[in-house]
């Protein structure tokens, strides 16, 4: 029991890599696009989750 819940731990800290690796790579196109850097991050992060979705990574 305690092995899977490391692993969880593990799998939650490697995705949330993964999504604040996402989420920067995004920024910086968004500022190389429009030359702005000062978006709210809720903006950003509606925009990524949206297009994760559109793109299947993301279902209910």
């Known amino acids: ?4 819940y490391h ?8 995705l949330f890599e993964r999504c604040r690796t996402a989420l920067e790579a995004q920024k910086e196109i968004q500022e190389e696009d429009t030359g ?9 992060v509606n925009k990524v989750f949206t297009k994760l979705q559109d793109g299947g990574w993301i279902s209910e």
């Open 1 to 4: 029991r305690t092995e899977v």
């Open 36 to 44: 702005e850097d000062d978006e709210p991050v809720k903006d950003t």
């Open 7 to 14: 692993a969880l731990k593990h799998f939650k800290y490697h």
